[in-house]
Each structure stands twice: as structure tokens, then as C-alpha cells.
């Protein structure tokens, strides 16, 4: 039994590893395109930060950690064919020399690539110009060697997503002065602009020169530096700067999969099924370059660390004959930007009336802990439900560094997965210590909002 | 319709809250027997320590935010008798004169009384003597008067309880020396020895002087102070010190309702439902005095603030005619002992075994965030599950402070309210993000060692 994986990141890695737990004796080999294994590639804006060093550190596990698993790795090796029939791939190496790898199961976890949103003249500079996207290990070294070599001052960060909110404050840690450009009406468009505008004011508070409602349309180089033209509220405006680094997102990585036979769906993403099976005989595909099964929406696509870790579990335990099943996302996801952090699970309003339910979304504010004891903060919710069948559809969260807004997130996951209603949520049993939390903690006073808006109480039962 | 609560603290105060918010028209009187209601008994011993002041702020709400929702106080009023059949509740007022107040609905929520665990001496001696208890805000200030007049540079804490804990930390914040003497075998008898002995840890680390396996038999007067005369280990002990607080548990104070033909249940308190009916025609209670519901055990005994208010809220609203029901308790519970957090939720392995579960209990560290970016730090977990059925049973934790361990016990918490299996904790989409958490979050880490050993990974699938 030989398993091959593809993808040197979250799935590819998961993959193999679960395999080789639950079944030593098999044959396990990783297809790398980079010398990179199992890198933490959401790490990469700390190590510009500086509070990762050095760039090794960002390794989940190191090649001889995961050599020790029994796992065999051939990295600097792109795979370029499936011969879906006679179960061969062909990969090529850094030489360019083609060779072929028999599997009897193959994972493909290729992930995602960066999207360039249409943006003239980024087919055409790169980081020898100064200008970098930022989604592998490649990526940061050349972004790395661009600031030791030439020390900017000024940089364009295009988009305002995760990515883009972290490399503001790294970048802004380095000295150099950003300038965040951002297509929507406010920064984080994973969040409604209410409790967005709170992480806005953080950057701008930091210095960062904050512009939304800014279509990028094109990148130039100039005698000077480089030149963004945009276009806001209807005028054409330029903003120049010595460097510009674009992370408006990511497109799945398709192009092994579709030559292959697979079809794609949401998010034009390759089509699995719970099972992270593909439908081609003997291939599973996992990660962010395949549709999400979502507890929520259905089939959607939402490429996340967590979810590629989950799905190459999966797939690798599926590939041995397994029959463990993607229990589904929730869309959680939070980012620490300065010293606030901002979270969201489940659906926002406007997502939650286009899959059919009856949204209705209350905000609200509460202490993290008692007033009374030093240092309470408080912390902005905006919660989402059915307001037909009282169900919890989503959570957004936004309060400082220290008031455990992160995990108080999970615990609306955690009632999003078990298909809780909004009361119930006021019903959890939560812990409570005066320093840490309230009798009702925030979370359920949050609840406990919507659900007086929902039943406006001044009506005598 | 006039609702009157006996009780200020959580039950009382919230079932008179829920009543005005519910129906602005019913008349609701509150009758307390001192002059403090709605203060937050959990936060004393922040008081003691300095976080708190004045001792005012100790206040959920001001007696004038509380007038401010329609109820009347009735302050420094003892209730003596309930008259079933009159609906009339006989109260005495500070001077001694008794009076009589009608009811159309009765909620009881006399919470509990501080317990002495058997030791002699403790019905004679007093704050005067410089023995203390700690349940109210009057034996706040005679503490607090007793500091200011003696201060004293010795105290011995008998018990290694939540408040005993908490109060240790004041006490030596204050720079008074203390001896804490714990009956069983490790502080914060909660939980497992294994995570508490790192609370102990922490204690030691803060110069309290900790004797578990102490029983104490006696507290005398003596020329010097007092003595504490206790069995340890079979031997004879005696601690001395300037001053004793006893903090060794609470019991239900069940008088008035025993008097009006209640059932005494679990832990000898007054026997409710689930709507928190005493069988009493027209009364409820609520809080400390009576059982608990607990979604795992049953019907039980567990006197918490967190279930104080929500049982309080729903004896407001049944006592008007509405049919809310109590959702059940899990037992979450946390604690704050200098730098370190110790949380947790549902049952442990001896607790599950007697409720007729199948417990297997495993024990696991995982850091709080990724180990490559600043601070991280580990947390201690031990996970119980069925091993027949896989059910979560219940989660202990135990971390530094800042590393968010008082809101992961809630996802554990969320879980065990929705009834999920170990494998599904697993499976929960919780937020991540370098510096505040894993792909795999640290809960998660604790589970798959659960189910690691449920299942060992070595057989081929």
C-alpha cells in the first residue's frame, strides 16, 4: 500500500500524518513543490513582526520530526499529471527532470493561490520590482531580502483581510509606514462594519493611513518607487509608496485536479464530498483548494487553516479504508490586530437571508469580567438568529487583547455545531469568577439582547 | 398581584428583576435580612486583596438602580414564618418588631450559611476573638474591622476551597503571613490531585504555608492568639496564629421552608422542579437552599452563583404564570489563585463511576497558543469520557492567567450541555490564530489524547 499526499502544507501534512498513526505499515510519501514542509504559513506576518525568529521556528514540526513518522518527503517536486487510470503521478523536480510516483491512494492538498483581483501590472512586477504577495515560504524570503536589501520606509498594503491587518502591524513594528487600501466600506469584511470600524480605529490609533472604499485598479513602477492608482468614491486617486505588498485573498488551486477529471463547485473549487472523496477513483483531495462543507450553508468555500487540518485528517484516514466524515464548518475565525481582537462563527445577517432563514442581528455590549475588579473591557457582540425558530445562525465578537474574546468565540461554535438556539445560549452553564467573568457571562448577556429585541418584553405574559 | 422574594443576594434579587422586567405592573417586594442586597458575595475576597474599593462597588447594581426597577426593598428584615394557607409571610424588622406581609406569590432564596465542619470552639468564638467566617457583607466588615484594628501579621485559612484560595491571596497581598489547612489531600478539592497540586504549587510560590491532610478538631483563645488544634497524618498539630478564617463549605439554610413543609432533597436542601416549585402552593425558591438539576447527576447538591441567577430568573417568571424551565446545571466552576487559573465543567472519573457512567479519565498539556510566537504557555487538561458510548463527561483545566483557560472550560461546558461525544469536541470549529490559540486548539489536543486511549492507534483499520 503506497499513499501519496500533495501539498506540503496543512491537508497534505494531516494526511499523512494520520495515516501513519493509524497505520504504520504503510507507505507514505509527501509531494512538496517547496523545501518547506508543514510550515505555519499563517505564522508568516509574525516573523516580519519580529516576534518569531528566526524563520525556522514557523515549521509545525521540523523535516526530521516529521521523517521520524515514518513519512517519506520529496520536496522542491511539483506534480503535474494524474494518470487517474493506471494510478501514476508525474511530478517534476527543481532540475526539471520528470520522473513518475505509482500510488494506490493519492491525497491532493494544493491548496490555494493568491488572487490578484484583476490588478494591471501584477502579471508583470514581482519582488525584484518591490512588489510581493505573501502565501508561501518563497514569498517571505523574497519579501524578507526586499527589506534588508533596500530598508522601505513607506509601503502599500492592498486589502484589509487577515493577512493584510497582520502585515500592517508588522510592517508598522518595523518602522515603515503603512498605507492599507481596502475595496470595501471598512477593513475586515468578514465582520459587519459596526464592529469592523472598532478595528479600524485600532490601525489608524497605530498610525496606519487607512483607505476604504478603494478599488485598486492598477500597480506601476515609477522613477520614484511604485504608484497605485485607485479609485475612490468615483475619483481617481494614487497613492505612492517604495513597496507594495497585495493580499487580497486566494483562488483555489485546481489545475491537477481539473486535468484529472474533477469537477469544481462553489468558489470554483474541486468538489468533494464529506468523505473528502473526489468521485476519481482513488484520489481524495483536501484543504483550501476544495469546496467546505459548511453546518450552516450547505456546500460552500472557505478556505481555512483549521478546516485543511480537519479535511487531511480525514482524507488520510478515508484513504486507508476509513469512514471518518468532515463534521463541517462553522466559519470561525478570529485575528489579533494590535491589541484588539476581532472574531466571528456562523453567518452574518445578509448570509444567513441568502440561505433562507429569517435573520434578525442585535448588538451589545458587556464587561469581559466584573466591573469591579481591575481592568474589565468591554467587549462588542453582534449576534444572529432565526427569528422564526429562535436558532443561533452566528456571532461577531470585538474586544481588547485580554478579555478572552478569542475563545469566547467557541463557545458560540461550539453551540452553532450542536444546533443550539439563541436561549440556550443564556442556559449554558459558563464559568464565573469575578476576575475572569460575570455571574451571566458576557456571552449570554449578548444572547439575552437578542432575545429581548426578539420578544420585547413589556408585553405581561 | 404582589410577588415578594426572601433573599438579596443572586436568586432573590434575580427573580424580582425578571418579574419587573417581565410585567412592569406586578408589585414585587424584596425582603433582605441586612442592608446589602444584590453585592457580589464572589467578589469579597477581591476587597480583601485590595482590587475592590470602596467596598461599595462590590454592588451588581446600587440600591437605587435596583428601587429604579419598580421593586421595594424591605432592608434589615429577617422573614420568620410563612403562612401557607393565608399566604402571609411573617418577618421581623431590626428592632425585633415583628409584621406581616401578604403574598400572592412567594419565591425563598435564603441562599446558605457558612458550615463549620464539626470543629469546636467555633460556636463560642467570633470576630470578636478574632475567628472569622466569610458568607456576607457583614462578616465583610467585621473582618475588615478586625484588620484595621489589630492587624494582624499571622492567619490561619481553614480550607483550600474557592474562597479559601481567594482569601489567602488577599491575606497575603495585605503581607499577612498565612497557614492554610486543608482536610483532604490537595487544595481546591474540585479537582484531581494531579492539576490542583499545581495550584498548590503556586501557592508555596507565594509563601502561604499549605497543610493538607489536616483535619482540624478545635480553634482555642489562647494568651498569644489563637490556636488551631488539628490531626495530620495521624499526629497531633497545632498552627497559631493572630487570626482564624473558617471557609470550609456552605449548607443549605432551609428553615423558613422546613418550617412550611418543604422536602429536604440532595445535600439537605429544599427539594424544587425544574420550574422551581417547592410543592408549596404559591412558593418557589431558588439558589443556595435548594437542589440543583444537573444535565449529568441528576438531581444533586451545588450551590454556584452562575445557577443562583439563572434559577432565580425562572422562579420570576413562573411566579407570574410562565413556564420557564431550568436547563440543568453541568457544575462549571473556575478559580483565579495568583497567576494561575483552574477550571472545571461536568464530572470527574469518581463522580461519572457513581452516577453509573463508564469513566476513563486521561491527562494531557498542550500550549495555549503557537509555541513560536511570544508567551505561549501550557495548559493542564484532564478529560473524562464514557469508554463505552464516548460522551464527554467532563474537563479539567489548569493555566497561567492569559492563557484564556476560564473560557475554554466553557467550550467543554457548551459540549457537555449538548450532550457531545469526545470525538466531536474534536471536531468543533474553534477559532485560531497564531498568538491566541492552534489549528488543533489546546481542548482539542486534550481530546484526541482522550480518544488516543480510548482507541489505541497501533491496530491496522
Redesign the interface.
Known amino acids: 500500500m503506497h499513499l501519496v499526499a500533495i501539498g506540503g502544507s496543512?491537508a497534505g501534512i494531516s494526511a499523512a500524518l494520520r495515516a501513519r498513526?493509524?497505520?504504520?505499515?504503510v507507505d507514505v510519501t509527501v509531494v512538496v513543490a517547496d523545501a518547506y514542509p508543514n510550515y505555519?504559513i499563517?505564522?508568516i506576518p509574525?516573523y516580519f513582526s519580529g516576534?518569531?525568529h528566526p524563520w525556522q521556528?514557523?515549521a509545525h514540526r521540523t523535516h526530521a520530526d516529521l521523517e521520524a513518522t515514518g513519512m517519506q518527503l520529496r520536496l522542491d517536486t511539483l506534480a503535474t499529471e494524474i494518470d487517474v487510470a493506471s494510478r501514476r503521478l508525474g511530478v517534476v523536480d527543481a532540475t526539471g527532470r520528470p520522473s513518475v510516483i505509482r500510488y494506490d491512494e493519492l491525497i491532493v492538498g494544493t491548496g490555494a493561490l493568491p488572487q490578484h483581483a484583476g490588478i494591471v501590472g501584477l502579471d508583470d512586477l514581482g519582488p525584484a520590482d518591490g512588489v510581493h504577495v505573501l502565501h508561501s515560504m518563497g514569498d517571505t524570503f523574497a519579501l524578507d531580502d526586499d527589506l534588508i536589501r533596500r530598508e522601505p520606509r513607506t509601503a502599500i498594503i492592498i486589502g484589509a483581510g487577515?493577512v493584510g491587518l497582520e502585515m500592517a502591524e508588522g510592517f508598522s513594528g518595523r518602522g515603515i509606514h503603512v498605507t492599507q487600501l481596502q475595496r470595501g466600506p471598512e477593513v475586515l469584511s468578514t465582520l459587519d462594519p459596526e464592529l469592523s470600524s472598532i478595528v479600524r480605529a485600532e490601525l489608524v490609533a497605530h498610525g496606519i493611513d487607512v483607505h476604504t472604499g478603494t478599488t485598486v485598479r492598477a500597480v506601476e513602477k515609477t522613477a520614484g518607487g511604485l504608484a497605485v492608482h485607485a479609485e475612490q468614491e468615483g475619483r481617481a486617486v494614487i497613492h505612492s509608496a517604495e513597496l507594495v505588498l497585495v493580499v487580497v485573498g486566494v483562488r483555489p488551486n485546481t489545475a491537477l485536479l481539473e486535468q484529472a477529471g474533477a469537477a469544481l463547485g462553489a468558489g470554483r473549487a474541486v468538489v468533494v464530498d464529506e468523505w473528502m472523496r473526489t468521485g476519481i477513483p482513488h484520489v481524495f483531495a483536501a484543504g483550501d483548494g476544495v469546496v467546505t462543507h459548511h453546518r450552516l450553508l450547505g456546500v460552500t468555500y472557505l478556505p481555512?487553516?483549521?478546516?485543511?487540518?480537519?479535511q487531511g485528517r480525514i482524507a488520510g484516514?478515508n484513504a486507508?479504508?476509513?469512514s471518518a466524515r468532515f463534521?463541517?464548518?462553522?466559519?470561525?475565525?478570529?485575528?489579533?490586530v494590535f491589541d484588539t481582537?476581532a472574531?466571528r462563527?456562523g453567518l452574518r445577517d445578509h448570509e444567513a437571508a441568502a440561505a433562507g432563514f429569517a435573520p434578525r442581528t442585535v448588538e451589545s455590549a458587556a464587561d469581559d469580567h466584573?466591573?469591579?475588579?481591575?481592568g474589565a473591557q468591554p467587549i462588542g457582540f453582534r449576534i444572529t438568529g432565526d427569528h422564526q425558530t429562535g436558532r443561533l445562525l452566528g456571532a461577531q465578537l470585538v474586544g481588547r487583547l485580554?478579555t478572552?474574546t478569542?475563545?469566547?468565540?467557541?463557545?458560540y461554535?461550539?453551540?452553532l455545531?450542536?444546533g443550539?438556539t439563541v436561549d440556550?445560549v443564556s442556559?449554558?452553564?459558563?464559568?464565573?469568577?469575578?476576575?475572569?467573568?460575570s455571574?451571566?457571562?458576557a456571552?449570554q448577556n449578548a444572547t439575552q439582547a437578542w432575545s429581548r429585541a426578539r420578544s420585547p418584553?413589556?408585553v405581561?405574559?
Open positions: 496543512d498513526e493509524l497505520d504504520p505499515t505555519s499563517c505564522g509574525y516576534d518569531v521556528s514557523l487577515y481555512l487553516g483549521t478546516t485543511a487540518h480537519k484516514e486507508l479504508g476509513g463534521a463541517g464548518s462553522v466559519g470561525t475565525q478570529v485575528v489579533k481582537v472574531a462563527t466584573k466591573r469591579y475588579y481591575p485580554g478572552e478569542a475563545k469566547r468565540v467557541d463557545t461554535a461550539t453551540a455545531f450542536a443550539l440556550q442556559d449554558l452553564d459558563l464559568s464565573y469568577t469575578p476576575p475572569l467573568g455571574p451571566w457571562d456571552v418584553l413589556t405581561t405574559i
